[in-house]
């Protein structure tokens, strides 16, 4: 039993850092995992690519299209439509009285009559009567006869006419001019004319017969208003000439007269009252001044005047002085105390004391008698106003009544005058009535057919002579957009549902992957016929193959130093990815670069480098982790320069064992003393154990994805794989890509290939 050594740590890469990833290259920390919406770019492609279902559908969808038009619509449900004109008169045609609308109203009483010939033209009573009569045409077209077995009694069964009529016979108006349009769908062109007529026909009858009876009743009912219009007017003409005479007024309503005398008198009566009131101010004056004079008790001085006036007083006075005369004289000669000058005194005081008391009595006298008289003159001024302004709100009720009658006269002549030509309208329309009746002329009514012809009477249609229904164009380019539409559909429907890998925009959804490149499909590549796809980039270096191969070396040499990154390993998600491929083309590429490479084969499940190279089995890899045999005895030359190869040799019972020993560690730190580069060509790491042993263990990990093998999530694992396992992911190389499906290399391989024959 083989003693295995303990067991090592991962191997990390050397230190010397990386330089950055090629522009546009998805790096790791990338977002965009999950991504499921497509571009403008992805939207052509797809269409690019489903170009031809697109058109097989459309063609297909277009013939099926033309086929149901042909032999189903046109057989089975085919249907000529036939259209006539009716024409309104105008309110002026009508009714003289509403000559004088506005637009709008015009407008607005047109549509309304529109409307209302349009609703009775759809009338289940007028469409019976069109035809219940057995001799009517539209009982003898093929369009009745089809509702002619089912009837009760074998009769005809016009209850499913009507409702077919319902469907198939239309009226519409048109805006804003005095034209109704009729139409009937029948599947024989004559009986959409004949249809029409006969029912444009009764209808027309009955507008003409109802436009008679009902200008014989205006006739009536107008000369009734003219009657009544008369007497209206009369009795406005009297209670004219009575306002008017009232007032004064001429014919046209002009005040003159008694209102004019009435506006003189209020007038000179407010100048009156002006001076009235002038009086009054004045007289209360006067009044309050001798009252609050008499109150105080003073003695104003026209009342002094008037109390010295009095003879009583005066003589009072005149013998109060003749007596100091006499006291003067005797006290020349007599002592003051003398009986003759005591009695003098005695005399001349009492005199005295009459003269105030006269002087008292008349003061209250004369005071009295001048307030009396002041408080009479104020009140007489007083009075004079009352009566003043009597007179002014007298004459104010007059003139305001005759204002009134005045407005109301100036009513009375509008009055007359609206009336006057109202009756003038109403004597026009009947003038015109009769004369219409006198002429008997009733040919139109207020509605007519626009192609009557005059002189016969009859209706003229056109008859079609296109189907209305189906119209060809129009099936087709319906079935067109069904096909169309549908082939579309299913296109983005597996666009949108294909999970696998086809193109780099796949690998961003997924995220966080670094792509390296991109190798063509061997089938699109002329060059590489006749060389193995193993070693293209050595056996057919001009091909589109090893181009891209090249690509894939120098991005790898700026996805990680090469001087640091020495041990590299060629993994893949599943089988059958062109790992090896890869790996012996990467390893050659190094190669021929200078670079010294040992390639190992590290899949001891499927080997496959021995088969390559054309080199024998007996001892390898497996040899050399075991001990059983060195590196120099088991490494062989191959016909590339500086590219050796280690095949596995016999399977060991433990390979995962050995590679998570210590004796990889020294194997790698062993050819690594020789080589410039270590490449692993391993198996899937989704499926084989060892490949999940080693790839901790070197400095990088390359990843092989197939275009269209594998899916998004399939990648993803790998990728989540790596990263709990602490690989050094370097990126993703996408193989096998197609021209066809994946619409990457077909303009590239041409141009590619154009640019070296041309030499540029």
């Not at 209360?284 to 008790?297: K, P, S, V, W, Y």
Request: charge should be neutral; include cysteine.
């Amino acid at each position: 039993m083989t003693t295995l050594p303990q067991t090592t740590g991962n191997r990390f890469p050397r230190s010397g850092g990386r330089t950055p990833a090629i522009p546009g290259a998805i790096q790791p920390g990338m977002s965009g995992a999950g991504q499921i919406s497509l571009t403008p770019a992805d939207v052509l492609r797809v269409l690019r690519q489903n170009f031809w279902l697109i058109a097989m559908f459309l063609l297909v969808s277009l013939a099926i299209g033309f086929a149901i038009n042909k032999f189903i619509l046109e057989k089975n449900f085919k249907q000529f439509t036939a259209v006539g004109q009716l024409r309104l008169q105008s309110p002026t045609e009508i009714d003289p009285l509403n000559s004088g609308t506005t637009r709008g109203q015009y407008l607005a009483n047109l549509a309304e009559r529109q409307k209302t010939h349009a609703t009775m033209l759809r009338q289940d009573v007028l469409w019976r009567q069109s035809f219940q009569n057995p001799e009517s045409a539209i009982r003898k077209t093929s369009w009745f006869s089809g509702f002619a077995t089912t009837g009760e009694n074998g009769g005809p069964d016009v209850d499913r006419a009507l409702g077919d009529l319902r469907k198939k016979f239309n009226v519409t108006v048109i805006p804003e001019s005095e034209l109704i349009t009729v139409s009937m769908s029948a599947a024989d062109p004559d009986d959409a004319v004949v249809v029409i007529r006969e029912i444009v026909r009764k209808y027309l009858e009955r507008e003409q017969v109802g436009s008679t009876v009902g200008q014989s009743d205006e006739l009536n009912t107008l000369r009734a208003m003219r009657g009544r219009q008369e007497t209206t007017i009369s009795q406005l003409q009297r209670q004219i000439s009575e306002r008017q005479a009232a007032l004064g007024a001429d014919s046209m309503g002009n005040r003159l007269g008694s209102v004019g005398l009435l506006e003189l008198q209020v007038g000179q009566l407010l100048g009156k009252r002006v001076e009235a009131i002038d009086v009054l101010n004045r007289a209360e004056i006067a009044f309050q001044t001798i009252d609050q004079a008499l109150t105080r008790g003073e003695m104003p001085g026209e009342l002094a005047m008037a109390v010295d006036a009095d003879p009583t007083l005066q003589n009072l006075q005149a013998r109060s002085e003749e007596i100091s005369t006499q006291l003067e004289a005797l006290s020349l000669s007599l002592q003051p105390e003398h009986l003759s000058i005591r009695q003098a005194r005695v005399q001349q005081d009492a005199i005295n004391r009459r003269i105030e008391d006269r002087r008292n009595e008349m003061r209250l006298t004369i005071g009295n008698g001048v307030r009396e008289t002041r408080r009479a003159e104020r009140d007489a001024a007083a009075a004079q106003v009352q009566l003043i302004d009597s007179q002014v709100k007298e004459l104010q009720t007059r003139l305001g009544q005759l204002s009134t009658q005045a407005a109301e006269l100036t009513t009375l002549v509008e009055t007359r005058k609206v009336e006057q030509d109202r009756l003038s309208k109403i004597v026009e329309r009947v003038t015109t009535i009769e004369g219409n009746l006198s002429r008997r002329d009733q040919s139109r009514a207020s509605i007519w057919w626009v192609a009557a012809d005059d002189t016969t009477g009859d209706f003229s249609i056109d008859k079609p002579k296109t189907m209305s229904f189906p119209i060809l164009w129009q099936t087709m380019a319906f079935a067109g957009l069904i096909g169309t539409g549908l082939a579309l559909g299913i296109a983005f429907l597996k666009e949108l549902t294909d999970t696998s890998i086809r193109s780099p925009r796949d690998i961003t959804r997924v995220g966080q992957l670094n792509l390296l490149g991109m190798i063509p499909h061997e089938q699109d590549d002329p060059e590489v016929a006749a060389s193995d796809l193993n070693l293209i980039i050595s056996q057919a270096p001009h091909s589109m193959i090893a181009e891209q191969f090249r690509h894939v070396r120098t991005r790898l040499q700026h996805a990680a130093s090469l001087d640091t990154t020495r041990s590299l390993l060629i993994t893949s998600p599943a089988a059958g990815d062109g790992k090896t491929t890869v790996a012996c083309n990467i390893a050659a590429g190094l190669a021929l670069n200078g670079r010294k490479i040992l390639l190992v084969d590290a899949n001891f499940r499927r080997p496959q480098l021995h088969s390559v190279f054309g080199l024998t089995n007996e001892a390898g890899f497996g040899n050399v982790l075991a001990q059983s045999a060195s590196i120099e005895s088991t490494v062989r030359k191959t016909n590339v320069p500086n590219l050796d190869v280690l095949t596995t040799g016999p399977r060991p019972a433990n390979p995962t064992e050995l590679l998570e020993s210590q004796l990889l560690t020294e194997f790698i730190d062993r050819s690594l003393e020789e080589y410039d580069h270590v490449i692993f060509d391993t198996g899937p790491i989704l499926l084989v154990s060892e490949t999940v042993a080693l790839a901790p263990r070197v400095d990088g990990v390359i990843t092989v994805v197939k275009a269209r093998a594998n899916s998004r999530g399939l990648l993803q694992r790998l990728r989540d794989t790596l990263r709990q396992l602490k690989a050094e992911h370097l990126g993703v190389v996408l193989n096998g890509v197609r021209q066809q499906t994946g619409g990457y290399y077909g303009r590239n391989i041409k141009s590619y290939y154009a640019y070296q024959s041309n030499g540029n």
